[in-house]
């Protein structure tokens, strides 16, 4: 099974400011990953895949970058909707898909 | 629009059984792999199962495997998930999830719907 960890579980930034998350799989994965956003009591929402990709609609201050086992979500300028749980997901172990434990995103 | 709707969940006791729906909506249902991932109180995402849009194939996480079933109906376009043997560390709210693309695996999903809470609790 790949392992996902993200850093850190909690981070603290003031909107405007930029934000970067971090995604370490235990094994190679190539570019076979995806970052999900969760608001509270919200279902997740699908940022970015094949580790760089936006998603339809999402704002152009998202982006994904990374490949092997190192990957990264940055945003560049933190809006106040984008203050949520945020998880990477892998999909190069076929049908044996992992997340990340997750990483919130809180207001400083 | 593309809409996925979860129905079914509820508490039931250590040992029962529950079976989820998810109604789509807004593409060619039978086109996509579909999804369930669940999410304990709390904690984070777990994929649970995935079925083939023609139901030719089946694939399960460890820890649900011989207890679930997947299954799906694309006259009625929609998706199941048959949980038997449940066991109190199943509860969660289960979101059904489709596939990105049409047709072949891809293994990231877009839409999800909004989930149905699973409590397994005596």
Redesign the interface.
């Known amino acids: 099974e790949v392992v996902l960890t993200q850093s850190p579980a909690t981070l603290s930034v003031s909107p405007g400011e930029r934000a970067t998350l971090s995604c370490r799989a235990s094994q190679f994965i190539s570019t076979?990953l995806?970052w999900?956003q969760q608001r509270p009591g919200?279902?997740?929402?699908?940022l970015i895949?094949g580790a760089s990709t936006r998603?339809t609609g999402v704002p152009a201050r998202f982006s994904g970058s990374g490949s092997g086992t190192e990957f990264s979500l940055t945003i560049s300028s933190l809006q106040s909707e984008d203050f949520a749980v945020y998880?990477c997901?892998q999909?190069n172990n076929?049908?044996?898909?992992?997340?990340?434990?997750?990483t919130k995103l809180e207001i400083k | 629009e593309v809409q996925l709707l979860e129905s079914g969940g509820g508490l039931v006791q250590p040992g029962g059984s529950l079976r989820l729906s998810c109604a789509a909506s807004g593409f060619t249902f039978s086109d996509y792999a579909m999804n369930w991932?669940r999410q304990a109180p709390g904690r984070?995402?777990?994929?649970v199962s995935?079925l083939s849009g023609s139901e030719g194939s089946r694939?399960y996480?460890d820890s649900v495997r011989g207890r679930f079933s997947i299954s799906r109906d694309n006259s009625k376009n929609t998706l199941y998930l048959q949980m038997n043997s449940l066991r109190a560390e199943d509860t969660a709210v289960y979101?059904c999830?489709r596939d990105?693309k049409a047709g072949d695996?891809?293994?990231?999903?877009?839409?999800?719907?909004?989930?149905t809470l699973v409590t397994v609790s005596s």
């Open positions: 076979n995806a999900y919200q279902a997740p929402r699908l895949y998603a998880y997901q999909y076929w049908l044996l898909y992992t997340f990340g434990q997750g | 991932v984070g995402l777990e994929w995935t694939y996480a979101y999830a990105f695996y891809v293994g990231w999903f877009d839409p999800w719907g909004q989930g």
